[in-house]
């Protein structure tokens, strides 16, 4: 494993699931990666971050990979998006979109700070895995 060989770090995707029909996503691996990693030391770990990299779209993305134990997350599609269709505008109305997210979501989850977030308040997928 990454931790045991001395990274410091990993990052999670799996590029959209294009190229598996009805693979997990990285939210449903995260919960397994953690666990594992629990077994291996305390978490979340100073020498070693997990960073998820895949499926990010909304703040409710982001809130769950953290309540799952991510160390952070990446969320680039969007903004690229709103840059290239809008440019700067469009790049300003899309953090502003994500931050009226981000506080409704936390408002709905009862978390006052990112440091409240537990992986009992969010669900990695509507079918359990086998």
Known sequence: MALEAGCQGVVLSNHGDRQLDRAWSV???LTDIVAALKT????????FSVFVDDGVRRASDVLKALAFGASAVSIGRGFLCSFSAYG???FRKAIQILRGEFEMNMRLLGARNLGEL?????????????
């Open 118 to 130: 537990v992986a009992e308040m969010v669900e990695a997928s509507p079918e359990p895995k086998p």
């Open 88 to 90: 700067q505008e469009g």
């Open 27 to 29: 939210l449903e691996n």
């Open 40 to 47: 291996r030391g305390p978490w979340p770990n100073p020498n």
